[in-house]
């Protein structure tokens, strides 16, 4: 059971959410790129929590000899509301901080109806509402170029296994069990990357090794279906070595590199999250 | 004392970010707060006009913003400092101002003696010349 003051910090941790939704509502509208719109976000949260800090000084000083709890938390409210205040229509430093912002953004980010639509698309499917387009595109392709890295070594023992023997009898149930097999690693791998690249703050280490040996051991079994399949022999300890080696070093590239995207988003997602009611 | 806002600052913040930078790197509510005391409480400002007038002089070269060093609680904040194109900004600015306080002072002024006339002249007179006419015969006669 949650005590008084626990819940009454939850409800000043709130009073701090209030201050960034605030900042948020100003500066999402901007067309401008990510970073600029950032630094616009921090340069505004940061001073409202300094006018709440002064307006809650202010505050306490007039209330000093009221002693209860209870007005903690009003004059908390109270001093958040001031700071809104104080900063002034969030609609007109919406035009002001838009004049800022260079032409060329002003245009790449101009609304037009498909980029707009593209805009709905990319927060259903990318689940990464308010993000720019191009930012959001880079990050993905950067992703996608990594996950399918992350099947090479199967491509790579493909070629190694073609060049030598005889096809076997049952050709066609190879390809199409290596065709099956092949797509649920590249959907593997994709998820693996993507996962990484989660904004979390701590990483997931164990789900991260739990899907790396789940892609290694698809790997390994592709690795002797084709050899089956196409060359009618087993695959050699050399093959399947170069290929667990391969996958190995390129799991843990793919994890770092997720991490990386991962870590460039997070400031950007801690604003993004933020469902503004209009 | 009345108090100065909305419309009378317009075209003069920057200016005054400006001077309030000159005493030292500051974040932006410290700015303000330096222009609150400059300012003896007369200044008010819609405090989020200081920002884009922060991007402005940023994007002019007149201040360069650098992100906080250091852990702190709460937000990072960003330090604007003044630039050397920025100081010569300023003094220019300086200037410019002193040049119109010296006119627009001097014709505002009680001992100032042309308008003065002029406006005890208009009350009295009743000869069928405008204003403007008035005004330009009593400057050529100034003039000569």
């Known amino acids: 059971m949650k005590t008084d003051n626990a819940s009454m910090g939850e409800d000043l941790n709130s009073a701090s959410n209030v201050l960034m939704l605030h900042a948020e509502r100003i500066v999402r509208p901007v067309r401008a790129l990510q970073s600029r719109k950032l630094r616009m976000r921090m340069d505004l949260l940061a001073h409202l929590e300094a006018a709440v800090d002064e307006e809650r000084g202010v505050r306490e000083r ?5 002693d209860e709890r209870a007005d903690e938390l009003a004059t908390e409210l109270a001093a958040v509301e001031q700071a809104k205040f ?11 901080l838009q004049r800022t912002v260079p032409a060329v953004e002003r245009v790449l980010l101009a609304r037009i109806p498909l980029a707009c639509s593209l805009s709905r698309l990319e927060e259903r499917h990318a689940q990464v509402p308010g993000q720019s387009g191009p930012m959001t595109l880079g990050h993905k392709t950067i992703l996608s170029i990594v996950a399918n890295l992350l099947c090479s070594p199967l491509l790579i023992s493909m070629f190694s296994i073609t060049t030598r023997g005889r096809p076997a009898e049952n050709l066609a149930l190879s390809f199409f069990f ?6 649920t690693l590249l959907l593997l791998c994709y998820r693996f990357v993507f996962a990484a690249a989660r904004a979390d703050r701590v990483f997931d280490w164990r789900g991260a090794v739990g899907r790396g040996v789940v892609i290694l051991a698809l790997q390994i079994a592709m690795v002797f279906l084709i050899a089956f399949g196409i060359s009618n022999r087993q695959a050699s300890a050399g093959e399947l070595a170069v290929n667990a080696g391969l ?11 997720g991490r990386w995207v991962g870590e460039l988003r997070r400031p950007y997602d801690e604003w993004l999250k933020l469902r503004i009611v209009e | 004392m009345d108090s100065i806002q909305g419309d009378k600052l317009r075209g003069h913040l920057e200016n005054l970010v400006l001077a309030a930078l000159r005493k030292g790197d500051a974040h932006g509510f410290e700015i303000l707060k330096r222009l609150e005391v ?29 992100w906080e060093e250091g852990e702190r609680r709460g937000p990072r904040r960003r330090i ?22 010296r ?13 003065r006339t002029f406006a005890s002249d208009s009350v009295s007179s009743n ?11 009593k400057a050529r006669g100034a003039h000569a």
């Open chain 1, 62 to 66: 007039a209330d000093e000899g009221a």
């Open chain 1, 86 to 96: 104080r900063l002034g229509q969030p609609e007109e430093l919406t035009k002001s």
């Open chain 1, 178 to 183: 290596a065709t099956i097999g092949s797509l």
């Open chain 1, 247 to 257: 996958t190995i070093i390129l799991l843990a590239f793919s994890a770092i590199v």
């Open chain 2, 38 to 66: 400059a300012g003896s409480g007369a200044l008010q400002l819609k405090e989020g006009s200081l920002y884009p007038a922060l991007y402005r002089l940023e994007a002019e070269g007149l201040v360069k913003a650098a």
């Open chain 2, 80 to 101: 604007y400092r003044l630039t050397a194109k920025g100081t010569k900004r300023l003094e220019q600015s300086r200037s410019e101002w002193d040049v119109f306080v």
């Open chain 2, 103 to 115: 006119v627009i002072g001097g014709i505002l002024a009680p001992g100032s003696n042309d308008l």
């Open chain 2, 127 to 137: 000869d069928g010349l405008s204003t403007n006419d008035r005004f330009s015969t």
